[in-house]
């Protein structure tokens, strides 16, 4: 099986180029791809496969051309992944499957608009944040409140006031299942500067990682309401926001009914998987 390998903020992901939808990629192989002692290592698999051909109930009837499956380290689903979709264009182009320009990814969140050039960050139209209230999660017997917030994907964004190094996340932050049915990626936050936050993620399905596109979007949203959720239906602040991840630096920008999340995206290498071997 060819692969690519690629990361965004080292955010590191398998591509698995499947044009026709050929591949069965089942849980149990997607984890093994990304171990990391034993696989070849990542946080989540990208597959990359045409929309028409995908077999997906969530992206039928999706007007772009590809669409991105995307499985967590452990085998996961997830509906979206914020650096995985500048990765996933950054391939297409590179493989010529696609031009620069701005056109559309399909994901299990829906339609992505990406602004990409021949090289360089690339732009991810991120679309509207939504904020559902407050909740809570336990970081080593600590209760920390954060703002919930969905990007397609599940996030609590917790302020934190001292250094996020001092946050032992060597085990799954502690939740309320009835609070969050499907699971959540927690963020822990500080803010460092003017519309500046430093964060770290605790991602569903993969653990801890050096970042979190869609979790860096969330912590931009919950920076802006200061930490806590308005009441009822308000509009939610508007602004370009930069967050420092554990793997570098993204800009956030939020805007009226819409937000935008831009950042680099890394291709570093490519080979087949052994045919004895998944
Ligand atoms: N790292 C991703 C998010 C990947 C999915 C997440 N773990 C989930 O299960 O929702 C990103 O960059 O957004």
Known sequence: MRFIK???TENDFVILPDPEGALDLTA???ARLCDRHAGIGADGVLRVVRT???GEPAV???AAEWFMDYRNADGSIAEMCGNG???????????????????DVATRAGLRRVTIGASGDVRVEMNRPVCL????????GETLRGV???MGNPHLACPVDRPLAELDLCHAPGFDPAVFPDGVNVEFFRLVGE???EMRVYERGSGETRSCGTGTVAVAVAAALGGSAPDGASALPTGEWTVDVPGGRVTVSLEDGTSFLTGPAVLVAEGETRSDWL
């Open 60 to 62: 039928e009837g999706l």
């Open 195 to 197: 519309r500046h936050v």
């Open 133 to 140: 209230g407050e909740g809570e999660a336990t970081v080593a």
């Open 6 to 8: 690629g990361h965004g």
């Open 85 to 103: 979709v500048r990765v996933f264009a950054r391939y297409l182009v590179d493989a010529g499957l696609a031009e620069p320009g701005e056109w």
């Open 148 to 150: 919930r917030v969905s």
């Open 52 to 54: 028409k051909v995908s």
């Open 28 to 30: 149990e192989a997607a």
